[in-house]
Nanobody, 116 residues
Framework: QVQLVESGGGLVQPGGSLRLSCAAS????????MGWSRQAPGKQRESVAT???????NYADSVKGRFTISRDNAKNTMYLQMNSLKPEDTAVYYC??????????WGQGTQVTVSS
């Protein structure tokens, strides 16, 4: 059973920064693609960033140039560095790992609020 635990969310002013972490249990972490999604109130969950097992990354247009996804396979941890935050980035952020064959594990989510 894979368990993912996010941390690092909170309240930040517009223009500020936060770094989210996603700690994964189990040794399979390094073999699979992972990513971050977010869900704002009243909106559908949307993909924010993904990273493959080899480190290739992809970003939603809305966060390109502001967010950076990375992973440390030795620590079984994935990160999302968020800079130049905007009020529209306010959402619950979820990390996930995609094992293939339609199997995806999700974390419990961490709240990010961007407000003055």
């Amino acid at each position: 059973q894979v368990q993912l635990v996010e941390s690092g969310g909170g309240l930040v002013q517009p223009g500020g920064s936060l770094r989210l972490s996603c700690a994964a249990s189990g040794s399979i972490f390094s073999r699979y693609a992972m990513g971050w999604s977010r869900q704002a109130p009243g909106k559908q969950r949307e993909s924010v960033a993904t990273i493959t097992s080899s480190g290739n990354t992809n970003y939603a247009d809305s966060v390109k140039g502001r967010f950076t996804i990375s992973r440390d396979n030795a620590k079984n941890t994935m990160y999302l560095q968020m800079n130049s935050l905007k009020p529209e980035d306010t959402a619950v952020y979820y990390c996930y790992v995609a094992l293939g064959a339609g199997i995806t594990y999700w974390g419990q989510g961490t709240q990010v609020t961007v407000s003055s």
